[in-house]
């Protein structure tokens, strides 16, 4: 199956539509434009980019309110924290220390920029 974003006006997602692959073969390749005018053509919306449930292409399989980056031709999840920075390699946020990697659980607290530990009791 093919997956694609559909985006308003400023490049935001807002749904994620299956498509069948027979739909938008090609002499046995996969175009998304064809995809694109399908989808156009059965929902009067002409803003849509193909996405990768394996993340193989455009970084990261986007869900609503993540924003299409047409200079990095990437899908980047809302940021989720003002002191986090954007990966340009991965377009995944990170935080400005690395999170534990101990068997114990964290939480992220913007106010001391750090990684609080969340108890499981």
């Known amino acids: 199956m093919a997956h694609f974003a559909k985006l308003d006006k400023n490049n935001i ?3 994620v539509h299956v498509v069948n692959n027979d739909v938008i073969l090609v ?9 694109i005018d399908f989808l156009t053509n059965l929902h009067g919306h002409s803003n849509w980019k193909q996405c990768s449930y394996n993340e193989s292409f455009r970084k ?13 031709d990437a899908f980047i999840a809302p940021k989720p924290f003002n002191s986090w920075m ?3 390699d991965t377009c995944k946020w ?5 999170m534990p990697t101990d068997e114990k659980l964290y939480g992220w607290d913007e106010d001391s920029l750090s ?3 969340i108890p499981t009791e």
């Open 13 to 15: 997602v807002i749904a």
């Open 27 to 35: 002499n046995g390749l996969e175009s998304e434009q064809v995809g």
């Open 60 to 72: 990261n399989y986007p869900g609503v309110d993540f924003k299409y980056d047409t200079e990095l």
């Open 86 to 88: 954007l990966n340009q």
């Open 94 to 98: 990170e935080a400005p220390t690395p």
């Open 115 to 117: 990684w609080i530990e």
